[in-house]
């Protein structure tokens, strides 16, 4: 990787051999070159855009990071890229407090930060990132990393002031003090997660849009499915598919897809996906599109791979639909979030039991200190928040979380499931290696929860006539 070094063609020009690094590759730019490269160039006009819809939300939210932490200057950086190896990156991905507070998404700059400096009225709130250079200086044509020739137009300083309807700087007028505050501050981090359990209309529309990519990238998993049946690895097929549609509709997936086929359902977070896709098993994927807001659903449906459930995979699917619901209905304004869960627990337990698989009863099994037996064919929680992150929120506190109360904006999952191991010995062998989640993404309103993942199928009934419309 080469540096964000911004020398002139002048200063490059005067000790071209101890300037440049000894590679096995890098040839020293000829005299011909450094004298044309950078001339010739059309002027870019700019005309500034009006301000993206999110920019007045964003603001909103800095107004109330300043009320919380008057006095105090605030440092929120957008994180930087990431090696992958030698000198290949991780597609850069801006911190998701940046991008709250910023309005700046899939679009974000590596190495930007928002700063709030305080005043007595509050704080002057600038955005400091790196400017595009010049074509006058190396920087333009030679570095690989962030220069223009290499990865394509960066923005400037007023079209960034324009676009997010916020005061700009270049990255180098930003100076770190010793009494900053920045995220590795406990209470600075739990603010700004706290800060995102509620969501605000514009929040409320992207994840609807994620959910709807969603739902149109099941349906092309759907329709991989023969081809997915015949390949050695048919999981990399769905992830694939997937893939697909959610770099072509989205900013990319939320987070790494499960496609776990088989027995490999029950392992919760199977993302090695090289596992075949067999006619008679079920495929249980686990995926979100996010947005290029950075918004992402998450979603999980189980899927017969040759269209119909078995009768006993049928039964247990139902059993998880039943949970499902179970946890739709708890979900009322005013309760514990906590509700939620338990509501999907009281019908896991029931079902295991009735089952014959536990050593005590469903009502034993559900005491809070003496029970859990259930828990081994279920050990994952029903819900978490969902939002910037797919498991957002995870720094608010646990009074304002698991024990918080659910209020109209708040979006999360529903998502029980039941998963019995290939070789767990405490369930009939007609039971091993099935594993069903369903997984939905809920928005709590005025009137209640709304699934925004209603439209794609749930029933068992519903999951065949699905499979079977989609490849007619
Ligand atoms: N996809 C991870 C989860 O469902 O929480
Ligand atoms: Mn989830
Ligand atoms: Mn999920």
Redesign the pocket.
């Known amino acids: 990787m080469s540096t964000g070094s911004s020398d002139t063609i002048a200063q490059a020009t005067d000790d071209d051999a101890a300037k440049t690094p000894v590679t096995n590759r890098k040839q020293p730019f000829p005299r011909g070159f450094l004298d044309t490269i950078s001339t010739g160039w059309a002027e870019r006009p700019e005309s500034l855009p009006a301000a993206r819809p999110q920019a007045a939300y964003a603001a909103a939210r800095r107004d109330k990071v300043s009320a919380a932490f008057a006095g105090r200057r605030l440092v929120i950086p957008a994180g930087s890229l990431k090696q992958r190896s030698n000198d290949t990156d991780y597609p850069f991905r801006a911190h998701s407090a940046f991008a709250h507070l910023t309005g700046w998404a899939a679009d974000a700059e590596p190495d930007s930060v928002l700063v709030f400096d305080p005043t007595d009225a509050g704080h002057d709130v600038t955005l400091y990132f790196r400017e595009r250079a010049d074509r006058t200086t190396t920087e333009f044509y030679a570095d690989a990393t962030v220069g223009e020739f290499w990865i394509g137009p960066r923005p400037s300083l007023a079209g960034v002031a324009a676009d997010l309807a916020i005061a700009t700087d270049h990255l180098a007028a930003f100076t770190a003090g010793a009494d900053d505050v920045a995220l590795d501050d406990a209470d600075l981090a739990r603010f700004v997660s706290e800060l995102r359990l509620v969501k605000d209309e514009y929040e409320i529309a992207e994840m609807r849009r994620a959910v709807d990519i969603t739902a149109q990238g099941f349906d092309d998993i759907i329709r991989a499915l023969p081809e997915a049946a015949v390949h050695a690895r048919g999981e990399r097929v769905v992830e694939g598919v997937f893939h697909r549609r959610a770099r072509e509709d989205g900013n990319g997936e939320g987070?790494d897809t499960?496609a776990a086929s088989g027995p490999h359902a029950c392992y919760l977070?199977w993302t090695r996906n090289d596992g075949t896709v067999v006619p008679g098993d079920l495929i249980l994927v686990?995926a979100?599109v996010e947005a290029d807001s950075l918004y992402t659903a998450?979603i999980?449906r189980t899927l017969p791979v040759n269209g119909t459930f078995t009768e006993v995979q049928r039964k247990v699917y139902e059993a998880v639909r039943e949970a499902a619901d179970a946890a739709f209905a708890a979900a009322k304004n005013g309760v514990r979030f906590r509700t939620v869960h338990e509501a999907a627990m009281q019908v896991i337990a029931a079902r295991v039991a009735e089952w014959g698989l536990l050593p005590v009863t469903a009502e034993e099994a559900l005491d809070a200190d003496a029970g859990g037996q259930h828990r081994r064919y279920m050990v994952?929680g029903t819900s978490?928040h969902l939002g910037i992150d797919?498991?957002d929120c995870a720094q608010a506190r646990r009074e304002m979380y698991y024990d918080g109360i659910l209020e109209p904006g708040m979006v999360f999952?529903i998502?029980p499931g039941l998963y019995f191991q290939i070789d767990d010995l405490t369930v009939p062998e007609e039971l091993r290696g099935i594993g069903v989640?369903i997984?939905d993404d809920i928005v709590m309103t005025e009137d209640g929860p709304v699934n925004l993942s209603a439209g794609i199928p749930r029933t068992a009934d519903e999951v065949e006539a699905w499979i079977a419309r989609v490849q007619a």
């Open positions: 987070y499960i977070h686990d979100g998450d999980t994952h978490h797919v498991h999952t998502e989640r997984e």
